[in-house]
């Protein structure tokens, strides 16, 4: 039976396989073993004819292992097909492999790095941004994006967590994005909405980008404008709704910063303005919102006087203002003359300028005579230097210097105008001498404890001292030149000081070149290095250090070490001396210009 049962299975009619027939295959019935059994592992078995059953007795076990192994071959398709697809979008959408490494980053840093960069925050940067209360955020937890652009902000003035600058910026961006596409209702901005933008266009100025940082600064205005954050102050409650504040207020804390904020996205829209000439947001005449107190009594919330900024510009003697106050009226001050010259044309009329009010001359001495002024209770004193109190004396001489240089850029082919050029020239000298002493008088400082914009105020002084050495390399102005050269190189970790250097290189090509070229001619072995900085709680008593300066400019300038020759009663020295001299119109402007169209009688 054996015998003939095997010449059966050999015979070349013989059925297919039975797993073969199942799956509907080709069966080649070869043996022991088909080609399709032998590819898929399964035991080769043949169904005699004729033998119902024949070899089946199994089948129903194999079949369920078949199923089994094909339920196990469709997920492990599903799962490459999975990793194919997630493979794909890495490489087409780096943006995504960006986010998720800024996640990884963001792990990375521990409590001990979290507390480092708070504390580099409110010693560094709050006393130049200050914008949150301490007490506040240490109480309450801050959103993601506000505590992701303090940090960066932080890094960024710190050597020790640079490493972190970028990924935190970015991580504080892209939270802050998602929380505006989140909200789809005007009145679900808040406070931290503004504030990390303000943080974010800082950080984006240090980082030598200016036009981002001004979207940003712009995101910022617009954020406080929405908010009604310029009308906080406003006598009489507006009765239509879209007037109202937005939120409610909780105390005179957050009023205040409510208040600090505004101002700060206030100095950035004229810092715009400022440094790139670029035009302005904000009407003052919209303004309903005080001036910030000072920072003490924001701290310690202590009642000051308070005053609205057309109070504060048209009082002949300044009433007792805060530092942060005194840096909006300088701002706006400035920003106000920029704007004015930007729209101003030579070649248009006299006649048909806006409201027929300047002489082309008259118009143009205004800036060429300007010259910003600290009040004297908040100016810099040897003995009594502060962080603050420098800034604003440098702060009122760069703006000074900004607002001749785009004077002088109007009149530089108008021969009348030669003498206001040659006399605005000189007040341009005054004042970058008076940033090149209190820089020597500070260059050991810790740089951190410098403003932000502290880089640009030295960048106005350099190309004061360039555009003078250049036309008569003598030592007067070759001794300043170098030093404030060195002083921007001290801040070289932001790269806003690099962006800087090489816009003096742009604008003098050669400066340096030349200046080590006399170096080596003169055969001087001084180096204009700045000393070791130390932090400035050891700071020393300046009362006996006088810097020398040549007798040639003394005798020609004035004792430049003599501060109240510079800083006088009102905001602007030469406002009073041009209306005794007849140069600016009397108070009743109104008046003035009616008697203007009268003729040459006034």
Known sequence: MSDLGHDTVTTPNRMACAFCRRRKLKCNKELPKCQSCLKFGFDCEYVAPGVPGGLRKVEGERSSRVR?????????????????????????????????????????????????????????????????????YDQCRPPKYL?????????????????????LYNSSRKLLQEAELQNKRIDSSSLAHAQSWILISFYEMLQGLPHRAWISSSKAVRLVQMMKF???????????????????VKDMTEIETKRRVFWMAFILDRYSCISMRWPTLIDERDIRTY?????????????????????????????HISSFACQVVISSLCGNKLSELERFDLNTPAAQTPGNAWLKPQRLNDPLTTIFCVPQ????RPSQLTPSSVFLDVFAAATTICVHRAAQSQVREDPVSAEMIAQGRKKCLEVAFS??????????????VFFLGFPFCLYNAVTVFASFWLEQQVELYERPLRFLLKCIDSFKNMPLATVLAADIEGEFPGLVDRLNTSHIQDGSSENFQLTRPIQLGAMEDFSAYRPSLESSFVDEFGDVSNFDQLYGATWDIDDSILSTMGALPPTDFDTWENNLGKGPGL
């Open 68 to 136: 089994q192994l094909e339920s196990r071959l469709g997920r492990v398709e599903q799962l490459l097909r999975a990793k194919d697809q997630q493979q794909g979008e890495a490489s087409s959408s780096p943006g995504q492999a960006e986010a998720a490494k800024t996640k990884l980053d963001e792990a990375s840093l521990d409590e001990n790095t979290t507390t480092a960069l708070d504390r580099i925050y409110f010693e560094f940067v709050h006393p130049a941004v200050n914008i949150i209360h301490p007490e506040r």
């Open 377 to 380: 209770y908040l100016t810099s």
């Open 147 to 167: 505590q992701h652009a303090i940090f960066a902000i932080s890094a960024a003035v710190s050597e020790e967590y640079s490493k972190y600058r970028e990924q």
């Open 291 to 319: 001036l910030p107190i000072s920072n003490e009594a924001f701290m310690n919330l202590q009642a000051e006087p308070r005053v609205f900024l057309s109070q504060a510009i048209a009082a002949q003697e300044p009433e």
């Open 230 to 248: 310029h009308r906080i102050d406003i006598a009489k409650p507006p009765t239509n709704s879209s007037l109202a504040i937005i939120g409610t």
């Open 435 to 448: 940033i090149f002493r209190l820089m020597e008088m500070t260059c050991h400082w810790d740089n951190r």
